[in-house]
């Protein structure tokens, strides 16, 4: 959660009343066939790693996906209540592209 992290020390004790941008880029997931659940839930998995990992906890205040954590061999530890605690942070979202770029501003919170 470092991102959260600078936004609390740069709004808190910095005092700043300044903007932080984060840009994501995310390559949308789409399934190969959409009648095969094998399919379906490969694409699911995808968004999962690529976008879950940070936005669930960064954009929702939620644990990282399951089906992440739940992976065999992956150096990924659940967050600490502490950690999510960070988020949400009052995310305005000011722009969505076509190119599935996402740029959030960060608001005093």
């Known amino acids: 959660?470092?991102?959260?992290a600078v936004h609390k020390w740069y709004k808190q004790t910095l005092?700043?009343?300044g903007k932080v941008t984060l840009k994501f880029a995310n390559n949308l997931a789409v399934p190969r066939?959409?009648?095969k659940s094998?399919?379906?839930a490969a694409a699911s998995?995808?968004?999962d790693f690529i976008l879950g990992i940070?936005?669930?906890?960064?954009?929702?205040?939620?644990q990282c996906p399951s089906e992440v954590l739940a992976t065999p061999n992956l150096?990924?530890?659940?967050l600490t209540a502490d950690q999510i605690s960070y988020s949400p942070l009052g995310y305005v979202w000011n722009t969505?592209?076509?190119?599935?770029?996402?740029?959030?501003?960060?608001?005093?919170?």
């Open 1 to 4: 959660m470092p991102h959260s």
């Open 15 to 17: 005092g700043v009343t």
């Open 33 to 35: 066939d959409l009648t």
């Open 38 to 40: 094998s399919d379906l």
């Open 45 to 47: 998995r995808y968004q």
């Open 54 to 62: 940070m936005a669930n906890p960064l954009f929702l205040g939620q």
């Open 75 to 78: 150096n990924l530890t659940a």
């Open 96 to 109: 969505f592209k076509p190119s599935g770029i996402l740029i959030a501003e960060l608001e005093a919170s």
